[in-house]
């Protein structure tokens, strides 16, 4: 697969007929530096990203929000496939096998025959050992980009939004019957001893493959907002309406086609349009403590791909608490549902902590995600932001051993 293509297919996912596990992702800095955590202390207009009621809360600052705009990128590759698809590409194991065995098929005599016949042994070892690396392997890629106008200083709060976001990556897929296939035609090289009897090539029925598909939704929304009180505890609840533009990518290659295998993203792209909804709910019990709750796209959504694989958007919902004290903010969240596996980073259900340090100029934050579903997954986060006179920037990373993301943010705010 020519450079260029393979770092196209890093941005296509495999779905295998699951929903996405990106609903909640962190689609801005402070969020993705305090650990994921959103829906009970999302702030600076970023509420409408994740939960329309904070647009209302009591306790946040009433202004007009611009955000100009915020970039958020995760890469996972927990399995090293990347490292094993470059080796198979470089070191060209099917071509290899395919020049030895044909050697071996046109010795004349019993001396090429025994030195053909080595070859075709240790290539077609090498083509099983290498083959076998890529089996079950992903890479994940997910990205979002996001503007809005929010205007919390109104009696009925509104936000606009256009957020871009969605999963890609790649997966490879060993049939145990090809390996098998090999391991038997390697056998009957070894034991050949007859000049002129043809040993056929297994590699022409060989039904591995790398599968790439994946999904962009980009969403036009507009979120409501409305508060209310009782005693000295303030409600507020919120909804997103949302027209959903939706790009779904899907190919297909078999693993003799990884050397030359020509990808364009038009070629694999399916494109429809729905209308789908989020909500949201948060309770002020003090000016310190607040719970919120949000669920994201309530009306199941299901997309066929270009090779009528499915890939379906089902409600996914959230949870958590925020804790404000002087200057410092502890947040927790927790997902209510579980994220089905998408054939690359298996299912996902997060609990995430984070911590802030609000400075009159500068903040810090620092957070911590560990994935239910998956006990090895923690990923640590820290971030920093910059207030110059009315404009916020800030930048945030979280990363593990095989996992690192990024995200940036401007915010105008009067």
């Not at 962190?26 to 530096?33: G, I, M, N, T, W």
């Not at 702030?43 to 306790?59: E, R």
């Not at 065995?101 to 090429?112: K, M, P, V």
Request: proline share 2%; aromatic share 12%.
């Amino acid at each position: 697969m020519k450079c260029h293509n393979y770092l196209l297919c890093l941005i296509i996912i495999t779905f295998q007929d699951n929903g996405i596990a990106a609903s909640f992702m962190a689609k801005d800095p402070r969020s993705l530096a305090m650990g994921g955590t959103n829906v009970a202390v999302s702030s600076y207009g970023n509420q409408v990203l994740y939960n329309p009621a904070l647009l209302s809360s009591a306790n946040e600052k009433k202004a007009v929000y611009w955000g100009i705009p915020s970039f958020s990128i995760r890469v996972a590759d927990p399995d090293n496939l990347s490292l094993a698809i470059d080796d198979f590409t470089e070191n060209k194991y099917f071509d290899n096998f395919n020049s030895a065995l044909s050697d071996f098929n046109q010795s004349a005599t019993f001396a090429e025959l025994d030195r053909s016949r080595i070859q075709v042994v240790k290539t077609g070892n090498e083509l099983v050992d290498n083959l076998s690396s890529l089996s079950n392997k992903a890479i994940e890629l997910q990205g979002s980009l996001a503007v809005f106008f929010a205007d919390t200083d109104r009696g009925l709060p509104l936000a606009f939004s256009v957020n871009a976001w969605g999963s890609f990556g790649i997966v490879g897929v060993v049939i145990d019957n090809d390996l098998q296939q090999m391991r038997e035609t390697l056998d009957a090289v070894d034991n050949l001893n007859i000049i002129g009897i043809q040993i056929p090539n297994p590699t022409t029925d060989f039904e591995s493959n790398i599968q790439g598909r994946g999904i962009l939704l980009q969403e036009f929304a507009l979120s409501l907002s409305f508060s209310n009180s009782l005693s000295n505890i303030s409600f507020s609840y919120g909804v997103t309406p949302k027209y959903v533009h939706v790009n779904t990518y899907d190919y297909h290659f078999t693993a003799v086609e990884i050397d030359f295998a020509e990808i364009s993203l038009r070629s694999g792209l399916k494109t429809s349009q729905n209308f789908n909804m989020d909500a949201g709910l948060a309770i002020d019990f003090s000016e310190r403590w607040r719970w919120g709750m949000a669920i994201k796209n309530l009306f199941t959504q299901k997309y066929d791909t270009i090779l009528n694989n499915s890939i379906e958007l089902k409600p996914t919902a959230r949870t958590g608490f925020s804790y404000h004290f002087t200057n410092q903010v502890i947040s927790i969240d927790y997902d209510l549902t579980q994220e089905e596996g998408l054939g690359i980073g298996g299912s996902s259900q997060y609990l995430s902590a984070g911590y802030e340090f609000q400075g009159n100029v500068t903040s810090l934050r620092f957070g911590y995600r560990h994935n239910f579903p998956d006990n090895n997954v923690n990923v640590a986060s820290l971030g920093i932001s910059f207030k110059v006179w009315s404009t916020r920037m800030d930048f945030s990373v979280a990363a593990s051993e095989n996992e690192i993301s990024s995200a940036a943010q401007l915010i105008y705010i009067h």
